[in-house]
């Protein structure tokens, strides 16, 4: 019986990939969870995902009533099976809106999504992850989030949650930054990607013990070409991933991405918990599949895979804690 695996955003980008290795790697049966169903469904044709390795779900993380509905809708097609792997990968970057747009629940968009949806779906599911033997949660960090490298620290905004006055406050509409400062759409983004790598460090020292469950956080890369980056200028669109590729050495094509991510899920390597995985150098610039979808299977080096240090905003114990007990009264837990 394939392993039960849920990755989130599986409709676009590094998610899209992640659930095509998974799905032609034979041991997995995916859930796609996607906040457009008939664009899922669209995505595993064209993309020729095999027939019987997945099924498309709705899951819109803008909303926490999606989150519980998503829950239930998976504990009733799962039936007995157990969920093994959880990867939280979805996202938005809004670097551009000079206002905030709000979640259902009246939270800033980019942390509403990023992480507080995020949050809840990992601890409604974490219960039943529990019962199966090598469990793993993944959730997507980045090195903007991670004031310790070029791409996080000297680009700015830099991540800041300061003293997390916006959290405290409820961090409800019209208080849209963390840190309870004025809109900055692009912060937002950073913001929520730090939280997500403290999430998976502060789950591994609540959880890991007393569950059994592999907490990771993973940097696949700069994968200059999904959509994330949607709302740049064309001109930016085409330039920053040569940027990348030549210049910064940072640059990962979507399908190599989309195995290293599907790595942190397979590789018994990555049973170890608490880890930041990160890849060196030395991306595959070929594509890995041909003309009509089938996988050529994999040829040449790639990156090699390593434990990455994180920043010292995401080690920061203190924070990390109020964000969790923070992120549980937010996500209406407590
Ligand atoms: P994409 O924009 O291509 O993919 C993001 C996915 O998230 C899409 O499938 C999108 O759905 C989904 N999504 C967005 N909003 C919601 C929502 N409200 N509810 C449910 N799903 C939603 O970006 P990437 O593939 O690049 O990003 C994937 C992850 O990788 C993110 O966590 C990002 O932070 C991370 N990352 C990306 C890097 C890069 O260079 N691209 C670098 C480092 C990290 P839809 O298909 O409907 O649009």
């Not at 208080?175 to 591994?204: C, P, Q, R, W």
């Not at 890995?288 to 080690?315: L, M, T």
Request: proline share 4%.
């Amino acid at each position: 019986l394939r392993k039960l695996v849920v990755v989130t955003g599986a409709s676009s980008g590094l998610g899209r990939e992640c659930a095509r290795a998974l799905c032609n790697n034979g041991n997995y049966f995916v859930v796609m969870a996607v906040r457009d169903v008939e664009k899922g469904k669209a995505v595993a044709k064209k993309y020729k995902f095999p027939d019987n390795s997945y099924t498309v779900m709705k899951l819109e993380l803008a909303s926490l009533q999606s989150v519980r509905d998503f829950v239930a809708n998976l504990k009733a097609f799962k039936s007995a099976r157990p969920l093994t792997h959880l990867v939280c990968n979805a996202a938005v970057y809004l670097p551009k809106d000079p206002k905030p747009s709000w979640t259902d629940d009246g939270y800033e968009m980019s942390m509403g999504v990023n992480h507080l949806g995020h949050f809840l779906l990992t601890q409604l599911l974490i219960p039943d992850m529990q019962k199966a033997k090598g469990a793993r949660c993944i959730i997507v960090g980045s090195i903007t989030g991670n004031t310790n490298t070029v791409g996080g620290g000297l680009v700015y905004p830099k991540a800041d949650l300061g003293l997390l006055k916006g959290m405290e406050q409820g961090a409800q509409k019209p208080i849209a930054m963390m840190d309870g400062k004025k809109y900055d759409g692009a912060k937002a983004y950073k913001d929520s990607k730090v939280m997500n790598m403290m999430t998976v460090s502060e789950l591994h020292r609540r959880y890991h013990k007393k569950t059994g469950v592999t907490f990771s956080s993973m940097y696949p890369g700069c994968i200059a070409e999904t959509q994330l980056f949607r709302e740049k200028r064309q001109w930016f669109r085409k330039i920053f991933p040569l940027f990348m590729k030549y210049v910064t050495g940072g640059y990962v094509g979507e399908e190599e991405a989309g195995e290293r991510l599907a790595q942190v899920v397979d590789d018994p390597i990555c049973a170890k918990s608490g880890v930041y995985w990160s890849w060196n150098g030395g991306a595959q610039t070929v594509g890995r599949y041909d003309a009509s979808g089938k996988p050529k299977g994999a040829g040449g080096a790639g990156g090699e895979i390593f434990e990455n240090q994180q920043s010292d905003a995401v080690q920061d114990r203190e924070t990390a804690k109020k964000v969790f007990d923070l992120s549980c009264k937010l996500a209406g837990l407590k």
